[in-house]
C-alpha cells in the first residue's frame, strides 16, 4: 500500500529488528508439528504388538514422531529393563523413546545374520 493511497500511518508504520526476531520465532513455533494425544486403548494395542513380536522374535514397522517428518524404523524388538530396543536387519541397535510412538505394524519375517 503506498502513502497516497489514503492511509497515512500505514505506510510509515515499522519494526524493530529485535521485535521482528521475536515475531518471527513465534510464527515458527506456532507452525512447528506436535505430537499428537494417543488414546490409552492405542497405548495398550502398541504394547501388546511389541510384547508380541518380542516374545516371538517378529519384526515390526514404527512409526515415530519427527518435528519435520514421521520416521520409520523396522526391525525386532527387544525390552531391556524400561528401554525398547530394534535390531534392525542390517544389525544395528536403535533405542527408541516411547513417547514419541506414533504407530506399530507387524511386518513378514525378516532373517537377522
Do not use: C
Not at 493511497?5 to 526476531?21: S, T, V, Y
Not at 513455533?29 to 522374535?57: I, N
Not at 518435528?67 to 530394534?86: A, C, D, F, K, N
Amino acid at each position: 500500500m503506498r502513502i497516497t493511497d489514503g492511509n497515512l500511518f500505514e505506510g510509515m508504520r515499522f519494526i524493530l529488528p529485535e521485535h521482528r526476531h521475536l515475531m518471527e520465532e513465534r510464527q515458527a513455533e506456532e507452525k512447528r508439528r506436535r505430537p499428537p494425544e494417543l488414546s490409552e486403548d492405542a497405548w495398550a494395542e502398541m504394547a501388546y504388538l511389541l510384547q508380541e513380536a518380542a516374545v516371538q522374535h517378529q519384526p515390526v514397522r514404527l512409526i515415530l514422531f519427527a518435528p519435520e517428518q514421521e520416521e520409520i524404523v523396522e526391525g525386532t524388538p527387544q525390552w531391556e529393563e524400561e528401554r525398547l530396543l530394534i535390531h534392525t536387519p542390517d544389525g544395528q541397535k536403535i533405542s527408541v523413546q516411547l513417547q514419541r510412538l506414533l504407530r506399530v505394524e507387524q511386518m513378514g519375517s525378516i532373517h537377522l545374520e
